[in-house]
């Protein structure tokens, strides 16, 4: 089968800094999830936004559903199915809830949009009861299902996520990572950073390790979280 998502020998950076990406190869199937961990300063975050197109690659080639990305402005990738969530600054706190869902569909036409609002709410009455809030008044985990919850409004075929749990209060991250997961068993194939390892593997089919700007191991996430020298190098355990 096609792959969705195919990178191939990504090598780009910032500035000078242009090899922060060294060479990246990773493929993701239609409906599949990866998780993607590694190191503070791997190169996670970079790699997200080379595949959304916000950070231009000095090589290689980015392809969804055989149709190459790279090159493509940010709007022209997210228009051919790719969402983004960022790490940080990923609503807008002076919107309310129901506004910051129709910035998530901004390229939609306006019917689409009433439509895709409606059905966030019922998939999320949490967002529904606070619909006139102030973007900024919700908690850390509602303010994730927010952006998540906003990247959504396109009905993407590949959601990017960064490190959403990061910060959130076990009970938080634990509702956030449910949720994920419906999503994804839904259908749309995700590829999610995170710090919080184990739990990103355990809701993920793959796995991807990230050192240094390059794929250390790829493989089926279960296996890779039982893995004793993933384990002792990159998780933290024992
Ligand atoms: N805007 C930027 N300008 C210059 N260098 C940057 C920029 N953003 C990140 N870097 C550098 O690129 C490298 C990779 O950063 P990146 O944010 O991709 O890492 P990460 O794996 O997401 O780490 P973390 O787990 O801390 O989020 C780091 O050395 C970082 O300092
Ligand atoms: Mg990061």
């Not at 990406?21 to 993701?28: D, F, M, P, T, Y």
């Not at 009433?114 to 619909?131: G, I």
């Not at 839904?186 to 919080?196: C, D, H, K, P, S």
């Amino acid at each position: 089968m096609t792959a969705l998502l195919e990178v191939e020998g990504v090598v780009g950076g910032y500035g000078a800094a242009d090899e922060i990406l060294k060479g990246i190869s990773v493929a993701l199937a239609p409906r599949r999830m990866a998780a993607i961990v590694g190191p503070n300063g791997a190169g996670k975050s970079t790699l997200l936004k080379a595949i959304a197109g916000i950070l231009k690659t000095k090589s290689g080639q980015i392809r969804l559903a055989g149709e190459t990305l790279t090159g493509l402005p940010p709007r022209g990738i997210a228009a051919r199915g790719v969402a983004f969530v960022p790490q940080e600054a990923n609503i807008f706190g002076s919107l309310t809830v129901r506004e910051n869902l129709e910035m998530g569909g901004y390229l939609e036409p306006a019917s689409k949009v009433r439509t895709r609002v409606e059905a966030l709410f019922a998939r999320f009455p949490m967002l529904a009861e606070k619909r006139r809030r102030a973007a900024r008044t919700l908690s850390g985990g509602q303010r994730q299902i927010l952006a998540m919850a906003m990247a959504l409004m396109v009905e993407p075929k590949l959601l990017l996520l960064d490190e959403p749990s990061a910060g959130l209060s076990p009970k938080a991250a634990e509702f956030l990572f449910d949720s994920i997961a419906a999503i994804h068993a839904e259908g749309t194939a995700i590829l999610m950073v995170e710090q919080n390892a184990l739990e990103a593997l355990a809701i993920a089919e793959e796995g991807i390790v990230l050192v240094d700007g390059r794929v250390a191991r790829t493989g089926e996430a279960k296996a890779l979280a039982a893995d004793p020298e993933v384990r002792r190098l990159f998780l933290g355990g024992h």
